[in-house]
């Protein structure tokens, strides 16, 4: 007489079956959505701002890191990282070696933030011009814009203004119907949406795709101020700069 197979037996034979055929990548990518992540993010945030004090960020301990990041965004970076497959994880692994993959993961993407010309060459407006008499804070665009102002008038400004929008029109149009992605990317440009991790999540896709379609974005930019005369190459290089 056949025994009749249990239902746990049977979901541990099934489980045995999937394992054998994917591979450990795919296995480590799959058994990590299991992980305790409300408490190993606390931690992970944690690491990272330890990691972030050690550094100087526009001259500052305290200074602003490039990209719109923070503490908290570098350690959802690492994390969705590690649950894209793109981590150095064993079937077996203990929580011990996971946090230390993470922390590795971590340190990594504040080095390369570090490493960033916005990182070293930047400075906040306050930091610039030194304190008045009594200790009041100046901020260095006050004098730049009294500067700026002195030599050119109003009707200069609405008059870039007008190029800027029809440039702004003209890039549009260029754009639609070539290359979808870059097309939306130029639309959250548009509205304001600038980060690049906003922007991911605005498109639903990973910030690294993000960055791919920004190079694409401003060598299409690129482009057109070379043979668009509607696009001057100032309003050109607005645009790349955002």
Same mark, same amino acid.
């Given at each position: 007489?056949?025994? $009749?197979?249990?239902?746990?037996?049977?979901?541990?034979?099934?489980?045995?079956?999937?394992?054998?055929?994917?591979?450990?990548?795919?296995?480590?990518?799959?058994?990590?959505?299991?992980?305790?992540?409300?408490?190993?993010?606390?931690?992970?945030?944690?690491?990272?701002?330890?990691?972030?004090?050690?550094?100087?960020?526009?001259?500052?301990?305290?200074?602003?890191?490039?990209?719109?990041?923070?503490?908290?965004?570098?350690?959802?970076?690492?994390?969705?990282?590690?649950?894209?497959?793109?981590?150095?994880?064993?079937?077996?692994?203990?929580?011990?070696?996971?946090?230390?993959?993470?922390?590795?993961?971590?340190?990594?993407?504040?080095?390369?933030?570090?490493?960033?010309?916005?990182?070293?060459?930047?400075?906040?407006?306050?930091?610039?011009?030194?304190?008045?008499?009594?200790?009041?804070?100046?901020?260095?665009?006050?004098?730049? $814009?009294? $500067?700026?102002?002195?030599?050119?008038?109003?009707?200069?400004?609405?008059?870039?203004?007008?190029?800027?929008?029809?440039?702004?029109?003209?890039?549009?149009?260029?754009?639609?119907?070539?290359?979808?992605?870059?097309?939306?990317?130029?639309?959250?440009?548009?509205?304001?949406?600038?980060?690049?991790?906003?922007?991911?999540?605005?498109?639903?896709?990973?910030?690294?795709?993000?960055?791919?379609?920004?190079?694409?974005?401003?060598? $299409?930019?690129?482009?057109?101020?070379?043979?668009?005369?509607?696009?001057?190459?100032?309003?050109?290089?607005?645009?790349?700069?955002?």
């Amino acid at each position: 007489m056949i025994e $009749k197979e249990t239902y746990l037996a049977k979901l541990e034979r099934i489980g045995k079956e999937y394992e054998a055929k994917v591979t450990p990548e795919q296995w480590v990518q799959s058994r990590l959505r299991w992980e305790d992540w409300e408490t190993l993010l606390p931690e992970l945030v944690q690491f990272a701002k330890q990691e972030i004090r050690r550094r100087r960020w526009r001259g500052m301990r305290s200074g602003v890191l490039p990209e719109g990041y923070d503490a908290n965004s570098v350690a959802a970076e690492a994390i969705a990282s590690a649950l894209r497959g793109e981590a150095r994880l064993a079937p077996g692994w203990t929580r011990e070696r996971l946090m230390k993959e993470l922390q590795r993961k971590v340190s990594n993407e504040v080095r390369r933030l570090h490493k960033l010309t916005e990182a070293r060459a930047m400075r906040s407006e306050w930091k610039i011009l030194a304190p008045g008499a009594n200790g009041q804070l100046r901020s260095v665009f006050d004098w730049m $814009k009294g $500067k700026f102002l002195g030599s050119v008038d109003e009707a200069g400004f609405q008059a870039r203004a007008k190029v800027r929008k029809e440039a702004e029109l003209r890039i549009a149009e260029k754009l639609h119907g070539e290359d979808e992605l870059v097309e939306k990317l130029f639309t959250c440009l548009r509205e304001g949406v600038t980060k690049r991790r906003e922007i991911a999540a605005k498109l639903e896709i990973s910030v690294d795709r993000v960055t791919n379609c920004r190079r694409r974005l401003n060598r $299409k930019l690129d482009e057109l101020g070379k043979t668009e005369p509607g696009c001057p190459p100032w309003v050109i290089e607005e645009w790349k700069a955002k």
